[in-house]
């Protein structure tokens, strides 16, 4: 999953497929008060409840009402489920809005994954190409009418026309997926998925995938009712929601206003609950401003959260006197600045990373140990098979050295080699004008040339997407990658597989290489147990001998709110907010 952001161009190690032993779901467990990331390494996993049923247990002392407002520096596309890949328009979904066949609970800190519109995880046949699941009785839409099988079926084919912006799993694992480019030209046949009556969902595939049940929590899973689909990402502005909210409405640039789904059936949800009226979203505004004023607590800004990082001119008061008002957990990100390998040579791309200022972009970021991690790895430390490495000058530290990465575009003879990118050119905070002002003269001075395009906030992500792009730094994933659950396999391939390429999307380097997607395909044929290890190779060998992005940092989920909000707790496995376990006095 793509980070959300606005500024950035053993035994004990396996994650296995195993059912989770019996215990109560407490969807109000997890993080709370003032945590980091710092010290010992906790090593992700999800453990599996197949039996989890409906309804999900209620917060202690929550209280039914009210709005919350989430104002937030980044502006989403669209809001459509099956073009959506990032951090933000992710979580407002998963949580609020749209139902999938499987989810994700967070109990005592850790996540657990249960049913949610199927009966258990699935069921797999012998030899694991064939996994079948049975959607619940009774599920509605928001409109009354109800779930089929056939619609889920829809939605994982029509996720086939979003793959530019959306991931890539269904193309690499399902039957047929390398050839079909969704229903819209490719026709309603496909092999890959199926539904045999209007209850059972089947997915047929061209090989093993463990991790298919963790896939099936996407968007790119929730039904959608064809008769309803506009064939284009417009259908977000009034997608059909299965959650316990849906949309009011959504105007691209500025909000998105959700209010309660009265056809919600609480009883077959282990997932979620339902205490807040409505919530709205508020996009591309100054994080600092928003963020003083929530801790101000004036006016609505008493029921306001923000999940931007926590600017480095308040972390006096988050760390003192407000700190009842913050919260710091880990996240799934690694941030990092994507290279386009068909554009810019090895060479140049190893200048860049000497010549990189990172301390000054750090400092204009407003960045601080609360909120970010330097990293010097793709996979984030908490990931099973993480290996502990540093290729020099991929650590996301020091100030760069531009003499000598002068030096070194003279010696490839590559001297005022152009970089192109995109940047953020209305961000009220200016930050991202700063930034690349700071970028833009460090790296001239390094013997570089600099053609910055400075583009609307809400239209940077449309643009960074393409793979066609008259750039070559910056495109997505143009901040980072979020692991899509706890294992580096959503990772790789994700990141790196020629698929994104094929299918008219980006990844890091564009990279479109045989050597990669054969050592990617050998690692996956491997039992997930067994992967960890071989991706955290494939992940040193690839910053060594490939250098497709500049490491950044591993980034920390950070929530600023006003005194009148509570229960705000982190998911771990996104960095962001249990949006829907949140209450507010009014």
Same mark, same amino acid.
């Given at each position: ?10 035994? !004990? ?7 989770? %032993?019996?215990?109560? =779901? ?14 010992? &390494? ?33 502006? /989403? ?34 996540? *657990?994954? *249960?049913?949610?519109? =199927? ?33 889920? =079926?829809?939605? &994982? ?64 899973? $929730? ?12 259908? +977000?502005?009034?997608?059909? $929601?299965?959650? /316990? ?49 929530? #801790? ?21 008061? &988050? ?26 040579? #090895? ?26 991690? /330097? ?69 001239? !001075?390094? +013997? ?7 583009? /609307? ?6 643009? *960074?997407?393409?793979?066609? !792009? ?7 994933? !143009?901040?980072?990658? %979020? ?37 990617? =395909? ?20 690839? #910053? ?39 209450? *507010?006095?009014?």
């Amino acid at each position: 999953m793509r980070w959300t952001h606005v500024l950035a161009v053993g035994a !004990a190690a396996s994650i296995g497929l195993v059912a989770a %032993c019996s215990a109560p =779901a407490n969807n109000a467990s997890g993080s709370s008060g003032n945590s980091t990331q710092g010290g010992a &390494v906790d090593t992700a996993a999800a453990s599996l409840d197949p039996n989890a049923k409906g309804p999900a247990p209620e917060v202690a002392g929550a209280k039914k009402g009210g709005t919350l407002t989430v104002p937030y520096s980044t502006t /989403p596309a669209d809001m459509d489920p099956s073009a959506q890949f990032y951090q933000d328009t992710g979580i407002i979904m998963t949580r609020l809005t749209m139902r999938s066949l499987t989810q994700f609970v967070q109990r005592d800190g850790k996540q *657990v994954l *249960v049913p949610d519109l =199927a009966t258990d995880l699935g069921q797999v046949s012998a030899d694991g190409l064939t996994w079948t699941f049975k959607l619940k009785p009774g599920i509605k839409y928001s409109d009354g009418s109800a779930v089929s099988a056939k619609d889920v =079926a829809y939605a &994982v084919k029509r996720s086939f026309a979003f793959t530019d912006t959306g991931p890539t799993y269904q193309v690499d694992f399902l039957k047929g997926g390398a050839d079909y480019k969704g229903p819209f030209k490719s026709g309603d046949t496909f092999g890959g998925v199926e539904a045999t009556d209007d209850s059972t969902v089947v997915f047929h595939l061209e090989k093993q995938w463990e991790t298919l049940p963790y896939f099936t929590t996407f968007t790119q899973v $929730s039904p959608i009712p064809e008769a309803k689909d506009t064939k284009d990402t417009s259908y +977000g502005a009034k997608a059909l $929601s299965t959650g /316990p909210y849906m949309i009011e409405s959504f105007t691209q640039g500025s909000e998105l206003k959700l209010v309660k789904n009265p056809n919600w059936d609480a009883s077959s949800d282990p997932a979620r609950t339902q205490y807040l009226d409505g919530y709205d979203f508020k996009f591309g505004v100054d994080e600092v401003k928003t963020q003083t004023a929530i #801790l101000a607590s004036n006016g609505v800004d008493a029921t306001s959260l923000n999940w931007d990082g926590v600017d480095s001119s308040l972390i006096d008061q &988050v760390t003192g006197a407000k700190a009842k008002q913050f919260v710091s957990g880990p996240s799934s990100c690694t941030v990092a600045v994507n290279l386009d390998t068909r554009k810019m040579p #090895l060479e140049v791309r190893k200048a860049l990373a000497v010549a990189y200022p990172w301390d000054d972009i750090n400092k204009a970021n407003g960045g601080t140990e609360v909120s970010q991690t /330097p990293a010097h790895s793709l996979i984030p430390p908490q990931i099973p098979g993480w290996l502990d490495f540093t290729v020099p000058g991929l650590d996301g530290k020091g100030n760069g050295d531009q003499a000598k990465a002068k030096e070194m575009l003279k010696a490839a003879g590559k001297e005022n080699f152009e970089l192109s990118y995109y940047y953020t050119n209305d961000d009220p905070s200016n930050k991202a004008q700063t930034i690349n002002q700071i970028r833009k003269t460090k790296l001239q !001075a390094a +013997g570089f040339t600099v053609k910055d395009l400075g583009v /609307p906030n809400k239209e940077r992500r449309k643009l *960074v997407s393409k793979p066609d !792009a008259p750039t070559n730094m910056g495109q997505s994933p !143009a901040g980072g990658w %979020c692991f899509d659950w706890p294992s580096a396999d959503s990772i790789f391939p994700p990141t790196v597989s020629s698929t994104q390429l094929s299918t008219g999307g980006t990844n890091w380097g564009n990279l479109s290489d045989p050597k990669l997607d054969a050592e990617m =395909a050998r690692i996956q044929k491997l039992k997930i147990a067994d992967q960890g290890a071989e991706w955290g190779k494939f992940d040193k060998m690839l #910053l060594t001998d490939y250098v497709p992005v500049l490491p950044w940092y591993w980034d920390k989920g950070n929530f600023t709110f006003g005194t009148k909000v509570h229960n705000v707790l982190n998911d771990a496995n996104h960095g962001m907010p249990i949006l829907d376990g949140i209450w *507010v006095d009014q």
